[in-house]
Nanobody, 126 residues
Framework: QVQLVESGGGLVQAGGSLRLSCAASGLTFSSFAMGWFRQAPGKEREFVAAISWNGASTRSADSVKGRFTISRDNAKNTVYLQMNTLKPEDTAVYYC???????????????????WGQGTQVAVSS
């Protein structure tokens, strides 16, 4: 059984930092690209960042470029999202997801990801 469990969310002030973690089990972690998505209340889930199976390639949404960094530790079956200079508009539930496909470029589409975590809440106050 595949499980993706996010942690590290919480309430922070604007300008602050937070690091999210996603621990994976039940899959060969190093064979999957991993992504982070977020969903604010009443809005569509949107792409945040993704990383290839070996961490060699990453991509991120324009809204978080320069502020968020995705990374992974395959020895720990964990993907991270380091979030700096947080803004109130970053407030959302953040989900990690796993893409089993073999692609040259990591995906940014929801449909490309097979497995999803339960999400962790991030709230940024002004």
């Amino acid at each position: 059984q595949v499980q993706l469990v996010e942690s590290g969310g919480g309430l922070v002030q604007a300008g602050g930092s937070l690091r999210l973690s996603c621990a994976a089990s039940g899959l060969t972690f190093s064979s999957f690209a991993m992504g982070w998505f977020r969903q604010a209340p009443g809005k569509e889930r949107e792409f945040v960042a993704a990383i290839s199976w070996n961490g060699a390639s990453t991509r991120s949404a324009d809204s978080v470029k320069g502020r968020f960094t995705i990374s992974r530790d395959n020895a720990k079956n964990t993907v991270y999202l380091q979030m700096n200079t947080l803004k109130p508009e970053d407030t959302a539930v953040y989900y990690c997801a796993a893409d089993r496909r073999l692609n040259l470029r990591v995906g940014a589409q929801i449909a490309e990801y097979e497995y999803w975590g339960q999400g962790t809440q991030v709230a940024v106050s002004s």
